[in-house]
């Protein structure tokens, strides 16, 4: 079978190797297709090297197929289409015994820590692999992590209907997050300097706002009656965004943080005083929110098409990437692992 094995230095290289037996209570899956995603680009610009070495398969934004049960496996059978969870907690640390076995102290990603899905055969522990519904397209489904993500965050940030939602940045994450809070009849706004993804979510419905051209807070309290947003979604990871996201909230909002800080970001706390706002910390998901980003691809609640915007194959791997850090229009691109 194929793999694109990272070397370093933003370089893959596809070889031929076996392919690997499932060992008891694993389950092997032949991938149709994998998202590159944020953390892949972190990965491709070296800057986990030390953790992820230079002999690594990368991916974890996945759909395919099962091909192979270990022993010990049950509900599952050749055939069935599947997405995979790719955590892997130890079970033994305080976050696991309290049932946050998802921000476990001691987490293994797979696709990071383990080699991962830009390879044809792909073998992961059973309980990570979730079933799809009959009628769901593969390249549709290679969306459901990253929706996974976003669905986590809408309900750690407790979004009601009629609520107002501002998303601040329209990367991928972004626009999945105020898919999600819109599905739940949310009122969402989202924020946006880049003028490609400006004009992309405003193709999906979503108003938007550009902070080189308005004061957004100031449009977003107006906008709801001198209110604010009962619900910001920092996804910029910017100081810009940081301030933002207090200015613009609501007394008593809620302050999701979804972005990964480079630096340390200063933050208003004389504004989490004076309205009593409330910070929401989230990482990755739990498999309620896999559950719900199934159930929402499978009802077209998520815009998969607009989405996804470029899809290359396995041998073109290394020009995808390329294209990526080039920037431009693109959202959401995927690799067609096995053809």
Not at 272 to 280: D, G, T, Y
Request: net charge negative.
């Amino acid at each position: 079978m194929r793999a694109a094995f990272y070397t370093g230095n933003r370089t893959f290289d596809l070889r031929d190797v076996p392919v690997a037996e499932p060992a008891p209570g694993e389950v092997r899956v032949r991938v149709a297709y994998n998202g590159i995603c944020g953390t892949d680009m972190h990965a491709y610009h070296g800057a986990m090297d030390k953790r992820i070495g230079f002999n690594r398969v990368i991916g974890h934004e996945m759909s395919g197929t099962v091909s192979a049960l270990g022993e010990g496996v049950s509900g599952l059978a050749s055939g069935q289409p599947v997405v995979v969870r790719p955590l892997k907690p130890c079970g033994a640390c305080p976050a696991c015994a309290a049932g946050h076995s998802h921000i476990c102290h001691n987490l293994k990603f797979l696709g990071l820590d383990t080699d991962g899905a830009l390879q044809e055969e792909w073998c992961v522990p059973a309980y990570a692999v979730h079933r799809l519904p009959d009628g769901v397209r593969l390249d549709h489904a290679a969306l459901c992590e990253p929706v996974a993500v976003a669905c986590h965050d809408v309900r750690m940030g407790r979004v009601k209907a009629g609520e107002d939602v501002l998303v601040i940045g329209a990367g991928p994450i972004g626009v999945l997050i105020a898919m999600v809070a819109r599905s739940q009849g949310a009122k969402v706004t989202i924020s946006e300097i880049n003028p490609h993804r400006l004009a992309a979510v405003e193709a999906m419905g979503f108003p938007t706002l550009d902070p080189t051209k308005v004061d957004v807070a100031a449009a977003i309290t107006e906008a709801t009656g001198g209110k604010g947003a009962d619900v910001v979604f920092e996804v910029s990871g910017t100081q810009a965004g940081t301030n933002l996201m207090t200015e613009a909230a609501a007394t008593r909002g809620r302050i999701v943080m979804v972005a990964i800080h480079t630096r340390k970001p200063e933050v208003d706390l004389f504004r989490f005083f004076w309205r009593e706002l409330e910070l929401i910390g989230v990482r990755v998901y739990e498999p309620e929110d896999f559950d719900r980003a199934i159930e929402l691809i499978a009802s077209g609640g998520i815009d998969c098409e607009r989405m996804i915007t470029d899809v290359r194959d396995l041998g073109e791997v290394a020009s995808a990437f390329a294209a990526l850090d080039a920037g431009g229009p693109s959202m959401k691109s995927l690799i067609r692992v096995a053809g």
